[in-house]
């Protein structure tokens, strides 16, 4: 239990601790608490052997309804003062459905704190992750023009996330879960809105009435779960599970929809770009969005076989609309965006089909994900602050002027598609369990048309961008950029939680050897042919082109997507969710 | 023991595939066409050439994608898991599609980008043939299915799609844009000269080793039916090569896509119910 208590209370006190002393202190501060929260969360998940189970004290309650009331009142205040109509009206349906949770009293009660192998593996990537992540925040922090004091606020915003997040992997009770998923929709409010400016402003008033449907939604699963099982535990809730009664369970799940920026809810992602990269960088891989996963890895077991596939026919449907739009953007943080939309569809279809491969296969991408799509987000952010680089049109030949971030990007998207990382292990055991399913009910094989079909858009948008920094524009003088070590040592580490992912796919047997040190022999032949084979015999010449001698100009190729095409998929994914929520009271 | 010599000469197999398929055509177009062994003389001659490099990951990327091809057949050859051959295989083509980027010749972007959505049109296509194999035999396994009778029947409109792939993957009208040597003069391959074009010529080779075994793969374990599938599908490719035109790029998509994976769909939900 002390771990999980050092988990929450050590981030949340150091947010306080951040304001207090120079940057220096600052910083050597900060590294030692990231260190031991990732040792604490690595020795958890050595250590962990049965779930553990536990209540909190009466106070604790309390508080926590006094928080709950605060947050939601902050809420309407924020939508009173930025006259936001959507924000103003879903506060007040969010206070008035508390104050009905608060009026009615279940009696079955469960432990407050529920702590199993997936919360272990989830506070592992939270913790990692988003420390390294931090880690970089704080160099970059220091390069944007704020005060020192808005600075410091900066960090310990980034703390606060961890700790709620810690948090929320670990409670039981769905009314805790609705504070800290409310808690979470405060920070990324906050961290969105925190450049000030009107677009920044607009964006996280977008993110803030998205997240609170999810709230309502968790609010009326509350409801239904007490007036139908009289409990508020999740423990519970899906042990006794009916098939006639489901109405909480998928309530619950759309909220994970809402989290996880699924189509029709992806604006608030796409928005939240605006903010500082590290915001990002942890909104998309370690916080935030992987509430949406989990909450459907926790649900699945009380799905019956038309939720089952109904989440998992919407999550590949996502997973193939996200990667089918990413196609037609140039600008390199949505585009990253756009495939963690997808991506996340795809866990949230995985985790509904609840197979001990396909959870397994939810988990690997979890976690591989995080890794790479961090590393990806710290890239956006050098290229912004060293190149000034923000479209993938403009990064033309970066591979002369910054090899390592472009070996970082490479690795990243490579990461994510090909065989032998982490990411690539994931889809693969999609794809076998998602076809073990086709037999029991042909409709899976619409899902792994969307799986297939969407893998191959995300490779095809993945090396559209990759060979944009190789392509050489004209022959430009190497002009070397020095690169700050607070940047490259996050993007080391993420490297080489890839590499220790490798070893334990191998570990594990999810590939046999032969299919794991194959392609990596042939990807690191590649630098060693580079410094084995000089071509010194060779004539170097220049491009033969059919001898024409017309300078060209060499630019991105896109793939035109009508809006129609746009809108048709929003209200396909619409739709399906409607199908989910009606088919379940029918 | 003999795996591991089928692999060794899997590059050599290939290139005599390529030579009877030269001769063949020829025939049909009432030509005598060259020698068979006409690929090994043109090999000879590009190793004598005078070596030109226009940058080193050009150079070094095609010859990745020649070592991963043949990566890719030693693993069928060895009968590992399907699922994974085709995404190893992609990584193959990634690798070819990198270096035509890495130059700065349009002809070679054009063919690099005329790659990329072939990969689109065929790749998910690949994917549902390994999905059926899996239906039918419950291992993506190539050792597995090679031991289970022949699968023609059960997979038949799965194998009417993989015949569409077919003219893709060897770069034969009607789906060879991506080549197309009278339009983009060969698109990838327009700025690799002498012995470093030899390694992408070789990976043609391999590319007919990698699609017939494939093929072979319906006919399970009967080797008479894999061989006579073999003929016929290798006579129907180049009767269609030299009876059609080219088709552009769009249309391929928009006909491979659409037919192959209705035909795979329509399968793969028939399979389920049987």
């Known amino acids: ?586 | 023991m003999i795996e591991i010599l089928l692999i060794v000469c899997a590059p050599l197999i290939g290139g005599l595939i390529y030579g009877l398929e030269r001769k063949m055509r020829a025939r049909m177009q009432n030509r005598q066409g060259p020698p068979l062994l006409q690929p090994f003389y043109d090999m000879w001659k590009l190793i004598d050439k005078q070596a030109f490099i226009i940058n080193p990951y050009h150079t070094i990327l095609g010859m990745m994608h020649f070592i991963s091809l043949w990566m890719v057949v030693a693993f069928i050859i060895l009968g590992e898991n399907l699922l994974y051959v085709i995404f190893l295989h992609l990584l193959s083509s990634i690798f070819l599609i990198l270096a035509g980027f890495s130059v700065k010749s349009i002809y070679s972007h054009i063919g690099s980008n005329r790659e990329l959505l072939a990969i689109l049109a065929y790749e998910p296509i690949l994917i549902m043939l390994g999905v059926g194999f899996f239906i039918l035999n419950g291992s993506f396994d190539i050792s597995v299915i090679r031991e289970n009778s022949p699968a023609l029947a059960s997979l038949f409109l799965l194998f009417l799609a993989f015949l569409m792939l077919i003219p893709i993957k060897l770069k034969k009208s009607p789906f060879d844009a991506s080549e197309a040597h009278q339009e983009i003069v060969g698109g990838v391959e327009i700025e690799f000269s002498g012995v470093f074009f030899e390694f992408l010529y070789m990976a043609k080779w391999l590319e007919y080793i990698f699609i017939y075994l494939l093929l072979m793969l319906f006919a399970g374990d009967n080797i008479l039916l894999g061989t006579g599938l073999f003929a016929i599908v290798f006579f129907l490719v180049n009767l269609v090569d030299n009876a059609t035109a080219r088709i552009k790029m769009s249309h391929l998509l928009k006909i491979v896509l659409g037919i192959g994976l209705t035909l795979g769909m329509c399968n793969l939900i028939g399979l389920s119910y049987v």
């Open chain 1, 1 to 586: 239990m002390s771990i999980y208590s050092t988990l929450i209370a050590a981030p949340l006190l150091f947010a306080v601790l951040v304001f207090v002393g120079t940057r220096r202190v600052r910083d050597v501060l900060s590294a030692i608490f990231i260190v031991i929260l990732g040792a604490l969360s690595l020795s958890n998940i050595f250590s962990f052997n049965a779930p553990l189970e536990m209540s909190l004290p009466e106070t604790f309650h309390v508080l926590f309804i006094l928080i709950d009331v605060a947050v939601l009142a902050y809420f309407l205040w924020q939508g009173a003062l930025l006259k936001h109509a959507y924000v103003i009206f879903f506060a007040l349906v969010q206070i008035l459905l508390y104050g009905a949770v608060m009026f009615l009293s279940p009696s079955i009660v469960s432990g407050d704190i529920f702590v199993d192998d997936i919360s272990a593996v989830m506070l592992l990537v939270i913790n990692i992750v988003g420390g390294i992540i931090i880690v970089y925040a704080l160099e970059y922090i220091e390069n944007e023009e704020f005060t020192s004091l808005k600075k410091n606020g900066f960090i310990a915003m980034l703390f606060f996330f961890l700790a709620v997040m810690n948090f929320i992997v670990c409670t039981n009770n769905i009314e805790i879960f609705f504070l800290l998923f409310e808690l979470t929709t405060l920070c990324s409010y906050i961290l969105i809105a925190y450049r000030g400016d009107a677009l920044s402003r607009k964006n996280a008033l977008q993110a803030l009435w998205m997240n609170q449907i999810g709230g309502i939604a968790i609010l009326a699963a509350l409801i239904f779960s007490i007036l139908q099982y009289d409990t508020v535990y999740f423990d519970v809730l899906i042990a006794n599970s009916n098939p006639l009664y489901l109405l909480p369970i998928v309530l619950l799940a759309i909220a994970a929809f809402v989290k996880g920026a699924s189509i029709p809810f992806d604006k608030w992602l796409l928005g939240a770009m605006v903010a500082p990269t590290p915001v990002s960088a942890i909104l998309h891989s370690a916080t935030m969005v992987k509430i949406a996963p989990y909450l459907m890895l926790k649900l699945a077991p009380a799905m019956s076989g038309f939720v089952s596939l109904t989440i998992t026919l919407i999550g590949t449907f996502v997973f193939f609309s996200a990667s089918l739009l990413a196609l037609s953007k140039d600008y390199f943080k949505e585009i990253l965006g756009l495939s963690t939309i997808a991506l996340l569809g795809l866990m949230m279809a995985l985790a509904a089909i609840g197979t001990p491969e396909a959870v397994t296969a939810c988990l690997v991408l979890i976690v591989f994900h995080a890794i790479s799509k961090a590393l990806l987000f710290l890239q956006a952010g050098i290229l912004e602050k060293n190149f000034h680089l923000k479209y993938v049109d403009d990064i033309n030949g970066l591979v002369n002027h910054a090899p390592l971030v472009v070996f970082f990007i490479v690795i990243g998207f490579a990461s994510l598609t090909l065989p032998p990382f982490g990411a690539f292990i994931a889809k693969f055991m999609a794809i076998e369990s998602i076809a073990g399913e086709i037999i029991h009910n042909p409709l899976y094989a619409f899902a792994l048309i969307f799986l297939a079909l969407g893998s191959v858009f995300l490779t095809l948008l993945y090396f559209k961008v990759v060979t944009k920094l190789f392509a050489k524009d004209a022959d430009v003088k190497s002009r070397h950029v020095e690169i700050s070590k607070f940047y490259t040592i996050p993007s080391f580490l993420l490297v080489f939680l890839l590499l220790i992912g490798m070893y334990i796919s191998f570990e594990r047997a999810f590939l046999s050897s032969l299919e794991i040190v194959v392609p990596l022999v042939l990807i690191a032949l590649i630098p060693a042919l580079f410094s084995l084979l000089l071509f010194k015999k060779a004539h170097r010449v220049k491009e033969y082109n059919c001898g024409e001698k017309d300078d060209i100009q060499l630019s991105m190729y896109y793939f035109h997507m009508p809006r129609r095409v746009q809108i048709t998929l929003t209200i396909l994914a619409t739709l399906g969710m409607w199908i989910l929520l009606l088919g379940t009271i029918v």
